[in-house]
């Protein structure tokens, strides 16, 4: 008598179904497969058939007209600003900053206005299909709970200025109170951390020869404003005699830790160095544009192998949260600026959003491609609808025809944080009455 051995089917949390699926791996888009999600992580991806015959799922969704994606990440922001959205417009930087948003942080600023920002801005990021976040504000601890609360992954600033705000009255009271917070915070696997010294023009030596102590003990990244405006630069010349890239590197700052945000006015010498350094850049077009910083020469970064990620910056300087909108804008603008049209071609613009943005944060191994082994951080991205066809590239069609209103669902570490464009986590009654409340208190802070 013969013996027929049938295999038992394995038991896990979740299998996805997708039409395309785009691993960020290669640039192959996988057709018809399936991903095995069990206890937050990704366990395999296969063809769909074989993906039904191996496992036996709790949940299993099935997206017969997207792409699946990971979960994307902006590598800058200040969340918690999303409560300044659209309070002073149309101003150059130091004017923006200066007459209007330092004054409304001064008068405003606290934790209950950190949470609350920072609610609001991990509900609008993570309908948009972002799972992770780089921010850069005062209250971590508060930015921590919001995050967390949303189940949402953050990367948190442990900010430094010298001058006194409502949170801290020193560099080192900020560092001090930051590190504080990540250690409170150390065992939760969502929410991690990174010393960020505001800019060159807001911290002096003494606390840069701090921060690069800190990064090397505990291996953090370091995030900082550099080059975003002309007059930075020659601000810079006249205090330090040295551009404020070239005082960084001679305090040792620059490395494959460092994430410098904006780089818009670079020599060729600067960007060279930070070539041979291994630097990151948080490229922010949108911002750039809206504050009429200038065009960051992004197609040549990437030419000399410089790591780069995209950002939205606060929601005060552009004035959302939408990382599809900068994936096209810069994409469009190395084209036009290079007069080249092959220039950040669609999976490479992908990239940036995704592992290159991994990368920079010390998290490639965790986050930022589809791959055995990793967190399940992912987003689903409807390309089914009448707008979107005829399909020929469903990547190209992230990048130049979706928008984050595309966006179906997301998931953190393998729990559905959006599902059918709906939050699953979400008081949004609660939420939108601490929206009036800080609307009508910053009212007065607005342009006349």
Not at 422 to 430: F, P
């Amino acid at each position: 008598m013969s013996h027929i051995r049938t295999t038992t089917p394995q038991v896990i949390d979740l299998l996805i179904d997708a039409r395309w699926i785009a691993t960020v791996e290669s640039d192959l888009v996988l057709t018809n497969h399936a991903v095995a999600v069990d206890q937050g992580r990704i366990l395999a991806i296969l063809p769909s058939g074989e993906a039904h015959a191996r496992f036996s799922p709790g949940k299993q969704v099935n997206l017969q007209d997207h792409i699946l994606i990971p979960g994307l990440i902006n590598l800058h922001t200040h969340a918690a600003m999303t409560l300044m959205r659209g309070l002073a417009d149309d101003l150059p930087l130091m004017d923006w900053l200066q007459k209007h948003i330092w004054p409304a942080e001064a008068a405003h600023m606290s934790a209950q206005f950190v949470y609350d920002g920072t609610r609001l801005a991990c509900a609008e990021m993570l309908k948009g299909g972002i799972t992770c976040f780089n921010d850069m504000y005062f209250y971590p601890e508060a930015a921590a709970a919001a995050a967390s609360e949303a189940g949402m992954r953050a990367m948190l600033g442990i900010i430094a200025l010298e001058f006194p705000t409502p949170y801290a009255s020193d560099a080192d009271d900020y560092l001090n109170k930051g590190l504080a917070v990540r250690e409170a915070w150390l065992k939760d696997p969502l929410i991690g951390f990174c010393l960020a010294p505001h800019a060159p023009y807001t911290v002096s030596d003494s606390t840069f020869d701090r921060i690069l102590t800190l990064s090397e003990q505990m291996n953090l990244p370091v995030h900082c404003h550099i080059h975003e405006t002309r007059q930075e630069i020659e601000d810079s010349l006249t205090q330090h005699q040295r551009r404020p890239l070239e005082r960084l590197h001679q305090l040792g700052q620059l490395g494959p830790n460092f994430i410098g945000v904006h780089a818009v006015h670079l020599d060729d010498n600067e960007l060279q160095l930070l070539a041979s350094t291994g630097c990151n850049i948080a490229h922010c077009p949108t911002s750039n544009l809206k504050l009429a910083s200038g065009f960051a020469p992004v197609a040549r970064m990437r030419q000399l192998g410089i790591n780069v990620g995209l950002g939205t910056d606060g929601a005060a300087s552009n004035n959302r949260l939408d990382l599809f909108g900068e994936m096209r804008l810069a994409s469009l603008l190395a084209k036009g600026l290079t007069g080249d049209a092959s220039a950040l071609p669609a999976h490479e613009i992908l990239r940036m959003v995704t592992l290159n943005a991994a990368n920079a944060l010390g998290l490639g191994k965790e986050i930022g491609s589809i791959s055995p082994g990793k967190s399940a951080d992912l987003c689903a991205v409807d390309l089914g609808s009448l707008e979107m066809r005829p399909c020929f590239d469903p990547v190209s069609h992230l990048v130049n025809v979706a928008g984050r209103d595309s966006v179906s669902h997301v998931w953190v570490a393998g729990k559905c944080c959006v599902e059918h464009k709906t939050l699953l986590k979400n008081n949004q009654n609660n939420l939108d009455s601490a929206i009036a409340l800080w609307q009508n208190a910053l009212e007065v802070c607005r342009l006349p």
